[in-house]
Each structure stands twice: as C-alpha cells, then as structure tokens.
C-alpha cells in the first residue's frame, strides 16, 4: 500500500454532474497541494436542447484544470455504460491521454465508441472483471456491483491511504434485476464497517418519496399487455436497459410474435450483450424487412426514439417516413420510458402523430411499463445505513434534488453534508472535510467536429439569429476612405419591409457622413441599420457591417 507522507491530501473535484443530470465528472486528488495525483470517475456528456443550444447536440464539462496536469491524471474510470458517464470519453481523450478502466459490458461499449471517434489503437481499455479490483498509483479501487437500467453498474469503494471514499454511480436498489448482477449488500456492509469518509452519491430521484420498484414487475406488465394485443405492435424504450429489452422480447415470443430491432443503437446494445456473455436466451431477432411480409399479430417491433429525438426511428415511423416499418390503424405503439425532462414536446408531437393515424398508445401513464433506473427516498435511505459514511456528497442532481438529499442525509444523522457545484475542490482529509479551492470550470460544445467552449456565445449567437435573422450591410469604399458604390443590405430570415426600410437608414447615414474616420461610419451604419429594423418592426436582427476596400 502506497506510503503517506505528512502534506498529502485526499481530495474531491467534481468538473460535471453536480447542478445537473448529466455529463458526470468527478476526480479524485491524492498528494502534497503542488503536485497531487488525479483519478477520474466517469466522463460524460448531456444532450443538447434544440431551442437552447441550436445545432449542438453533445455538451461536456470544460477540464482544462485537469488538462493542464494531464501527466499526473492516473486514469479514467467508468462506473457503468450510460452516455452521461461515458460519452466524453472519445470526444475530451485527446486532452488527457491516459488509460481508461472499466467492466466487461462498459469497456465493449467505450471502445466501440473510440472505434467510431478513430482512437481505438491510441486509447487502452483496460477491462477489470466485475467485483474485480484496480490500483492506480495511491487509489485502490474495488468494483462492487450494485443495480440501475442497465448491466454492470459499480460502486466504487476508493480506498487511499487517507481513508475510504464509496463512489456509488448510478444505482438503485432492484430486489430481481432479471440480468447481470444483484446488489452485492455484503460487501456494502462490510465496506460501512471499515469506515467511511464520504459517500459520494446519486441524487435523481431525491425528491421521490418509496422506492423506484423492479425490472421484474415491468416484465409481467409487458408480457400480461402483449398478450391481449391484436395488430403490429412497437415498443420503443432505453436502447441500454438491456433487460428491459429481453423483457419486451419474451413477451413478444410467448405471445407469437417475432422482433425486429428496428434503429442503431438497438442493434449495438443487443449486440455487445451477447459479446460479453448475456443475452444467451434471447430469440433470434429478424431483420425489419423480414417481418414486413408477416401477418400483423406476428409482428413486434423495438424501436429506439421514445424521447421524441428527430431521426431515430419512432419519429420516422410515426412520420409514416420508415424506409421499411409501418405501423396502421389497430395497431399499437408501448413507451416502455419514461419523459426526460425538455423532451415532453418532441414526444407529445409523435404521439399525435400516431393517435391521428388510429395507432393506440400505452404509456407509464395508465400501465406498469416502466421504472426508474436512480435511488428514491428509501432506497437512499437504506443506502446510508449500509455505509455510515461521516460526509455526504450528493452528485448526480440538479441544485434541488443535491439540496432534498443533503437534508435526508442529515436525517439520516450522517454527521456532514455538503452540496458539491462544478468546480469547487473539496479537502475530504486530513482534517474535517472542507471547500478549500475553486478551480476553473464550466461547459464545452460538440459543434459539427469542433468543440467549442461555451463562452464562446455560438449557442447565444444563434438562439438570437432563430429569433430575429441576421442583417449584412456592404459599404464600397476607395483608398481615401470615400464611398465608392452605393451600399447593399442583405437580410437572411428578415422580412422584406424591414430590409427596405434598413437600406433607406443606411443611404441617409452615408448622406449625412461628413469627412469621418471610416471605422466610425461603418458603426453609425450598423446602429442606423439596427435602430430603423426596430422601427419598422419591433425588433433588433444581429448586424454586421462589411467594409470592402477598392
Ligand atoms: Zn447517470
Ligand atoms: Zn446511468
């Protein structure tokens, strides 16, 4: 076991997660202040939000923090294979350029990922076994399965020679998880007995009073509804709930049917679960064209969209734009899902779509079809009592459900809770855990192929030009700063008036232009041009003013 020497510290640096689901990123420091040693737990991404950030579709925490000391960053270790522990990984590598550990399924799913970004002969993967163990320099790390929505979830028990940190990732407490593992309470129990300083822990679902409930009971919903269907019929679901899907496909064949897995990533999940070992039982799946030729009753299709996203295959079936699945009246689609949050208009709009069309729809709303993946309030509660930990650390959460959980915690009678944001270095020993630094940090964009940080105000740019279009006015100067041709105005998403009235602006400031520098006049013209777009019509489009010089 490493040695400790007297101004080591053990550290806590979450640079994405907390203030948000999504794009997870917690570090680990171990070592004297100048030159501590650097574990990453998760990197993650968060899905874009269209009327947010237009035409990003992948945001991920900024570490230039970490970056800048990429020698002394040990690893990347991922809890499990969800995209927001997983998803930056290709995307930020680049900058870190240090191993990545994970179990079998996660490491199947990371590579394929760094296979696409082309990294797969840079980055080593190295796969740790479930319940296995990793020592990365002063970190011993144990892998300790627990349950969420999806296979092989770990807690991670940190250990330093400082003490013990449980890192739980995503979890909940699933009595009969159909596949892969079950929560290994022994060894959470034997980890509370050792002696915790901090847990380090989900807070999704922090304000839901019970608990989230069990694979097993959505799977007798699942085949008791598929039974009595008459007519094709869709389920659409988490591509990654790998067991729900196993659910769906025993209820399709003890009801007669045939599945299809009808988008990508359906295929990809099914896919590395039979690599690593699951899924052995799983009937032969056919191809969507295959079953097109069969009798209604005898079809099931699983089909990927069910947060409304645009181009995944319930939009376009619901479109009736599906190269090869089409779905009638009498027929009926199952949102084996629940909302995420920011998507409730994309899949209301589908599932108008499908009700015009005489599809039926059955939903969380009025069926059990499906449960939550995160801990509710007692499952976090039982949580606590397993581990007994003298701090805790809610991650994983927007501020409210981080402050819900932190006020459980000390129900709980754990002696210390503190609510982590981005950023913020926390001392976890020697000494009482405390905030001793705030480190830079924030948010970085997957733009087209570029990565762009946030502060760079594209997202803000273009949320502005959706809103009021954008404006161009061309001056033609000579070498002595004379114009030389009359301007031009060109409106992109500007109504026609507007522009006129832009254009009359802009001659009556050049009339008006008496012997000034022409910097100075090509800002006159931009204000001008502005000033008579709001008075024409009540709003101000960006303006840019381009000065060609002859
Ligand atoms: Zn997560
Ligand atoms: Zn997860």
């Known amino acids: 076991m490493h040695k400790r020497a007297p101004q080591d510290e053990l550290v ?5 997660g907390s203030g948000e689901i999504g794009m997870n990123f917690n570090a680990y420091g171990f070592g004297p202040e100048n030159d501590r040693q650097w574990i990453i737990v998760d990197c993650g991404v968060l899905f874009g939000r269209e009327g947010h950030t237009p035409g990003v579709d992948l945001i991920m925490p900024d570490i230039r923090f970490l970056a800048e000391q990429r020698q002394n960053v040990l690893g990347i270790v991922a809890t499990h294979a969800h995209e927001d522990h997983i998803g930056a990984i290709a995307p930020l590598w680049p900058s870190l350029r240090c191993p990545v550990y994970a179990t ?4 199947r799913l990371i590579t394929g990922k760094l296979d696409e970004a082309g990294l797969a002969s840079k980055v080593k993967v190295k796969e740790v076994p479930v319940g296995g163990s990793l020592t990365l320099g002063p970190f011993q790390l144990d892998f300790i399965s627990i349950t969420h929505s999806i296979l092989e979830p770990n807690l991670l028990a940190i250990r330093t020679p400082l003490g013990v940190v449980a890192h739980t990732g995503d979890w909940k407490i699933d009595p009969d998880p159909l596949l892969g593992e079950e929560t290994d309470t022994a060894a959470l129990e034997k980890l509370g007995d050792e002696g915790v300083l901090a847990l380090v822990c989900d807070s999704t679902n922090a304000l839901v009073p019970g608990s989230s409930g069990s694979e097993a009971t959505v799977r007798k919903e699942l085949a008791e509804l598929v039974a009595t269907l008459k007519g094709r019929v869709a389920v659409t679901g988490f591509a990654s709930n790998v067991a729900r899907l196993d659910s769906v496909a025993r209820a399709a064949k003890s009801a007669g049917r045939r599945v299809a897995l009808v988008g990508r990533s359906m295929q990809k999940m099914v896919a590395a679960a039979r690599e690593t070992g699951y899924l052995k039982d799983f009937p032969p799946v056919l191809d969507e064209t295959e079953v097109a030729d069969l009798p209604a009753h005898k079809v099931l299709y699983l089909c990927t969209g069910s947060q409304g996203e645009p181009r995944a295959a319930l939009a376009r079936i619901a479109d009736d734009s599906h190269p090869n699945v089409e779905l009638r009246e009498g027929d009926t689609v199952i949102f084996s899902s629940r909302v995420i949050p920011g998507n409730e208009l994309a899949i209301a709009d589908i599932q108008n779509k499908l009700a015009a069309r005489g599809i ?13 993946g995160h801990p509710c309030r007692d499952e976090l509660s039982q949580m606590y009592r397993w581990i007994r930990p003298k701090l805790a650390l809610p991650v994983h959460g927007e501020m409210r459900h981080q402050v819900a959980h ?3 915690a000390r129900q709980l009678q754990v002696p210390q809770a503190m609510v982590p944001e981005n950023g913020q270095l926390f001392r976890l020993a020697p000494g009482r855990p405390v905030l001793i630094d705030e480190v830079p940090s924030g948010r970085v964009h997957m733009d087209g192929r570029v990565l762009v940080g946030e502060g760079a105000g594209l997202a803000k740019d273009r949320r502005a030009m959706a809103f009021a279009g954008l404006l161009v006015v061309s001056l033609v100067v000579d070498h002595k700063g004379r114009i030389a041709a009359p301007p031009t105005v060109l409106g992109e998403g500007i109504p026609e008036p507007v522009e006129e009235a832009v254009l009359k602006a802009v001659e009556a400031t050049i009339d008006g232009n008496k012997r000034s520098d022409i910097d100075d006049l090509a800002e006159n013209v931009r204000k001008a041009a502005r000033r008579a777009a709001h008075d ?6 960006i303006t840019r003013v381009l000065v060609n010089e002859i």
Request: net charge negative.
């Open 406 to 408: 932190a006020e459980l």
């Open 12 to 16: 806590f640096l979450p640079l994405g």
């Open 104 to 107: 079998p399924f996660t490491a």
């Open 536 to 541: 024409a019509w009540g709003k101000k489009p």
């Open 360 to 372: 039926a729809l059955l939903t969380v709303d009025d069926h059990h079809v499906h449960v939550s």
